[in-house]
């Protein structure tokens, strides 16, 4: 199970760390990614991180402003989002990736407003 928090609403130009956090003992095999869907739009892929947090990828519409990292102590990833913009306002999800299998979050809002 997953579950996010974090989201809420923020200014243009401002900050928001999201944290998704899994139940169970083997986090450390997942690979992690953070999506996100905006209305009327289809859910896109933002960031992704290694099982041993040494590679991170990013999206292009993202990269500069956002960084992915993890606790695997915690069995928590985290998602760092700064100036933000009001078309990153969207719902995001984590998603854990075990060996195929898939895993998805809830979901956190996310709105950017002024």
């Known amino acids: 199970q997953l579950v996010e928090s974090g989201g809420g609403l923020v200014q243009p130009g401002g900050s928001l760390r999201l944290s998704c956090v899994a139940s169970g003992s083997t986090f450390n095999r997942y690979v992690m990614s953070w999506y996100r869907q905006a209305p009327g739009k289809e859910r896109e892929w933002v960031a992704g991180i290694a099982r041993d947090g040494g590679v991170r990828n990013y999206a292009d519409s993202v990269k500069g402003r956002f960084t992915i990292s993890r606790d695997d102590a915690k069995n928590t990833v985290y998602l760092q989002m700064d100036s933000l913009k009001l078309e990153d306002t969207a719902v995001y999800y984590c998603?854990?990736?075990?060996?195929?299998?898939?895993?998805w979050g809830q979901g956190t809002q996310v709105t950017v407003s002024s």
């Open positions: 998603k854990a990736l075990d060996w195929g299998l898939v895993y």
